[in-house]
């Protein structure tokens, strides 16, 4: 697939959106990717998942895909059918922490491909690394479905994306003025 096919499909889908977003790095945009919007269609999301599993595959042996919910919970699961591993997410407890819950354990040595939906500043990434370094296991890369860093990797590790999208950011006292007569709307669920 190409960046036009990719892109093709998420105005498709409704993904792409424009308007005045609080970001979950705390930045505002114009444009916000749902990614959701895609998942709601897991067999149109699932080829281009197909897509990347040779890239990923080239990382090392994998043993789990790890990644946060509520976003990345859709992609997560779906990545970990396409390479047939085991899929395993961390959510937020009542304190606003990203925590294992429901039984799920890390174990020291696993290998770990760590998932999102969307990256930016890779903020949520960075709270689920704790957990799976406390664990003492080692990530060998990152993937999400949208890279909006503008960077190849993350923190050092290589970050693999079925699409890379440079939307401008501004933080709160950069907002220019034509954005800012505009209501802002935060989406996701991460507290801000």
Known sequence: MTPDDILSILKDV????????????????????QVAQLSQYPARLQPLLDSVRERI??????DS???PAI????????????LEKRAVFAERNPQ??????RGFELHAGEK???????????????EIRV???????????????????????????PLISLIDLQFPTYA????????AEIPVYRPGSKQV
């Open 57 to 62: 595959e080239d990382l090392g042996e994998i």
């Open 172 to 179: 709160e006292d950069e907002i220019p003025p034509e954005l």
């Open 112 to 126: 770990l491909l760590m998932a999102e939906d969307v990256i930016t500043t890779g903020g949520t990434l960075k």
């Open 65 to 67: 895909v790890f990644y």
């Open 71 to 82: 976003g990345a919970l859709p992609v997560g699961q779906q990545l970990g059918l396409a």
């Open 96 to 101: 606003n922490e990203m925590v294992l819950r």
């Open 14 to 33: 409704g993904a792409l959106r424009e308007g005045h977003f609080k970001l979950a790095s705390g930045r505002h945009s114009a444009h916000y990717v």
């Open 131 to 157: 957990i799976a370094e406390k664990a003492g296991a080692e990530i060998l890369g990152v993937f999400c479905v949208i890279n909006r860093s503008g960077a190849s990797t993350w923190e050092g590790l």
